[in-house]
């Protein structure tokens, strides 16, 4: 039995997902709202006290990092296999996974949570949002989402991330003009992981990635949202993120592929 | 294959080590921390960021410790230190990871704090070399930490040890009954607790003394010392 608690087909939350319709693995999905706290809430953190999404559970084996969580479905489970044979290609992989870790996804979370999620916190009573902060485990999450909901992240960190997110928009680039894939010639972990962040680029950053910007990410994105098991996955979206998935695919015309 | 490492580093001893439960040879290259010499431009004509350890083999540069482990482990695998079924390994990844985001760069801070970190004169210079996010990370260290910080950090690091008790109880080792490139990873950066004045749990001790007593981390012990150099850069977004 293999069931994921997590949220939309975005970020950390959908890399189970997309991992999963690659492998052509049947599982059972329950959407944690996180625009209700769902993930923070009791019953949520009976299944992982960190209060962080995804939450994978095999046959009673609870797995809560997803970057772990991926190699571990790799590993357990038939179908195509998602890494590389080659240990420097593997290397590779795992290096491009640390980076949008570590570096790439928290920026442009960080950007797209203060765009996005902060001007909804603005009106709301002070004394609900600290009780609502109070109920998140971990104290690096309590004070990210505590600088959103009082609108506190400093402008110079919103720019570093910027700057970082257009640096490696460059290197991605770059990497995928010497390789059709992330990590060699196969499809991999690390396209996943870096596409599970990044599908919107060519409507959420129509200026900087586009055919003449970035010609190689461009084609590498084309290439990923034409894929079944990508497209499976951004499907079993509630809300924004399947509906903007099919604009982006309008937009890098593979809307039918 | 050649290592360019540092005494010192926590993260070199876990390479190092690796090399030695492997029975593998490499050629040394010593960077000495306290002289600075991760920032001087030969270095970081080889490394952009500065940072030990880094491997060369056979041409190819690899960086990041965790990843250099399970690299080797691949490259060699005998005898197999990722774990024994996917269940183990994934135990293995978590604290690889772990290790990077919760553990080393608080630790860093915590070091800098203790040991009341000072950046000389001569080696200003090298700072400014650095790429953005470790040249601002080194001259917050330079600045000093303020007492939020420090108590953050602590916290983080206490915390990582009532982790290491919960995943240690009933098992001899990190990530179950054998011994893994978890341990590897870990034991150098845990190791530093006690000189810092960082309580462990007991059988966070006990697993210390068992990491401590193998050939292959005694062959280094002369390399655990804690030095004030900053490590990762703490998580960008929670």
């Not at chain 2, 040394?28 to 083999?57: F, N, T, W």
């Not at chain 2, 068992?210 to 490590?231: C, E, H, K, N």
Request: glycine share 8%; hydrophobic share 45%; net charge negative.
């Amino acid at each position: 039995m293999l069931e994921v608690y997590t949220w939309e087909p975005n970020a950390n939350s959908g890399k189970p997902l997309f991992c999963l319709h690659e492998k052509g693995v049947p599982f059972v999905y329950h959407y944690i709202d996180m625009g209700a706290h769902e993930h923070h809430g009791p019953e949520f953190l009976a299944i992982n006290p960190d209060g962080t999404v995804p939450a994978i559970v095999h046959d009673g084996f609870t797995m809560t990092e997803s970057t772990p969580a991926m190699e571990y479905i790799d590993e357990a489970f038939d179908g195509p296999a998602l890494r590389p044979d080659d240990p420097y290609r593997r290397w590779q992989m795992r290096v491009v996974l640390r980076f949008m870790d570590n570096v790439v996804a928290p920026s442009l979370a960080m950007i797209a949570s203060n765009r996005l999620a902060a001007p909804r916190f603005a009106g709301q009573d002070p004394a609900e949002l600290r009780a609502k902060l109070e109920r998140i485990p971990l104290p690096e999450r309590r004070a990210a989402w505590e600088k959103l909901m009082f609108q506190a992240t400093p402008p110079q960190e919103i720019a570093e991330s910027q700057r970082l997110v257009a640096d490696a928009i460059g290197r991605f680039d770059g990497r995928l003009a010497n390789d059709e894939w992330l990590a060699g010639d196969s499809f991999s972990l690390a396209d996943i992981g870096v596409f599970a962040t990044l599908y919107a680029l060519p409507l959420s950053m129509d200026e900087e990635v586009n055919d003449e910007a970035t010609p190689h990410l461009t084609r590498w994105l084309r290439a990923c949202h034409a894929r079944p098991g990508m497209r499976a996955a951004l499907a079993m979206g509630k809300g924004f993120v399947t509906q903007r998935a099919a604009e982006v695919r309008e937009r890098l015309g593979v809307a039918e592929a | 294959m050649r290592l360019h490492y540092a005494p010192g580093s926590a993260h070199s001893a876990a390479v190092r080590i690796m090399l030695a439960e492997k029975g593998l040879e490499a050629e040394l290259h010593k960077l000495d921390l306290v002289r600075y010499e991760q920032h001087s431009p030969d270095y970081l004509a080889i490394s952009p960021h500065g940072l030990v350890p880094m491997l060369e083999d056979g041409g190819r540069r690899l960086f990041e410790s965790f990843h250099i482990l399970e690299y080797l482990d691949e490259r060699d695998p005998d005898p197999p230190l990722a774990g024994q079924d996917p269940r183990q390994r994934y135990a293995v990844r978590k604290w690889g990871k772990y290790v990077e985001t919760h553990i080393a760069p608080h630790l860093a801070i915590a070091r800098w704090a203790a040991l009341q970190g000072k950046v000389p004169e001569s080696a200003v210079a090298g700072l400014a070399r650095l790429l953005p996010p470790r040249r601002d990370l080194w001259l917050r260290a330079e600045n000093g930490f303020d007492r939020e910080q420090l108590a953050f950090s602590t916290e983080a690091l206490l915390t990582a040890g009532r982790r290491l008790a919960a995943d240690l109880a009933g098992n001899e080792w990190l990530c179950g009954g054998s011994f893994t490139l978890g341990d590897v990873a870990v034991y150098p950066h845990a190791a530093q607790f006690a000189t810092l004045g960082l309580s462990l749990p007991q059988p966070v001790g006990d697993w210390l003394a068992r990491v401590a007593a193998r050939p292959s981390v005694r062959g280094i012990a002369g390399d655990l010392f804690p030095v004030a150099v900053m490590g990762p850069e703490p998580g960008r977004w929670g």
